[in-house]
């Protein structure tokens, strides 16, 4: 195989172990939700929420300073991601002089058009992520009022709505994050299409152990939620 056909092979090998990763994840979570970190981080901002709405009056401060902090770190994947963007494009812009300099350590197809496809990739991918984490923070800043509303415990149907509110800014953080993790892989492609697949296929397998549970933390969260009912129907009773 020549170098410039490299490109074309790799670069696809490793955004299909990348993505068949994620497409494993997403039938895990919607099947499996316990067997992963996303599904049990679900499950416990559920019961947060039904917790902290049976009094928001006593909880009205703590409920705001929880979601400020997911808004603030929502904030600065943002920011980072913009900048990012922005230092990208201006690297582009400028990158003309320096193109024989960085195209004797590239194994692979060193062609203009390819360089501003690698640089257009990386672009996007924060991009994606800045539009991801502001999304993320409209949630956050909308759950922020609902969750503070006097609601009894019987209206279940509006603790719910807030519920999945915060869960929907959650799924948007996570898809901010997972763009982040793609920028590493689309970063290496600038070096070639080796470092590439092999930065896609350490990097799911990494993910693998950070995104499923093991049994026994499946049973702590069990046996908490558990634990949280109960002390709410003793509440509820009193």
Known sequence: MEEKELDYVLVPLGLAVFGSYHIWL???I???PRRTVVGLNAESRHQWVFSMMTDPLKNG?????????NIMASTLLATTAITLSSLISVFVSNASSSSNVSSEIVYGNKTAIMSSIKYFALLLCFLVAF?????????????????TLPTSIDKRESIEYVARSLNRGSLFWSLGLRAFYLSFPLFLWIFGPIPMLVCCCIMSFVLYFLDTTTTFTRHLHINSMKEGSRT???GSVC
């Not at 401060?61 to 902090?69: A, D, E, F, G, H």
């Not at 539009?131 to 969750?147: K, T």
């Open 26 to 28: 997403l039938f895990s």
């Open 61 to 69: 401060v703590l409920i705001v300073q929880t979601i400020r902090n």
């Open 232 to 234: 709410d129907d003793i």
């Open 30 to 32: 919607i099947r499996y």
């Open 131 to 147: 539009l991801c984490n502001v999304q993320s923070i409209r949630y956050y800043a909308h759950v922020s009022f609902l969750a």
